[in-house]
């Protein structure tokens, strides 16, 4: 499945919505993404419902995003992600790292997250 990355902004937030496979292959591609829109003005939400497929260099652009949103005292959250995510976070062990908001692909406002 091809990968996408849409972006939305709120006032609060900016939401990545990724669709697809999302691989070596994209890697690149992502982390662009995610370099571009991350800001220390604003928290960041990855919503991940949509992705057939990630491997481990979109685990590592998920932690970097992570690390950006963390250095800059913001908020990251993934949102509603699919079960190869999920399965993914579970066998690195890393399911605890991830505040995980809702199956909702449009993700409610979450106090913790508000600016």
């Keep these: 499945m091809e990968f996408s990355c849409t972006v939305r902004l ?3 937030r900016v939401v990545l919505t990724l669709a697809g ?3 070596l292959a994209v890697h690149a591609r992502f982390l662009a993404q995610v370099e571009r ?3 220390p003005s604003t928290d960041m939400v990855i919503e991940c419902s949509q992705v057939a497929f990630m491997d481990s260099m ?4 998920l932690a970097h995003a992570k690390k950006l ?3 800059s005292g913001r908020d ?3 949102a509603a ?3 190869p995510v999920l399965r993914l976070l579970e ?3 890393v399911q605890d790292l991830f505040q995980v908001l809702g199956q909702s692909s449009d993700p409610e406002p979450d106090p913790g997250l508000a600016a």
């Design 91 to 93: 066998l690195a062990g």
């Design 21 to 23: 496979d999302v691989d």
């Design 58 to 61: 979109g685990l590592q652009v």
């Design 81 to 83: 992600p699919s079960q």
């Design 37 to 39: 829109w991350s800001s």
């Design 69 to 71: 949103a963390a250095e």
């Design 10 to 12: 709120t006032e609060e």
């Design 76 to 78: 990251f959250a993934l």
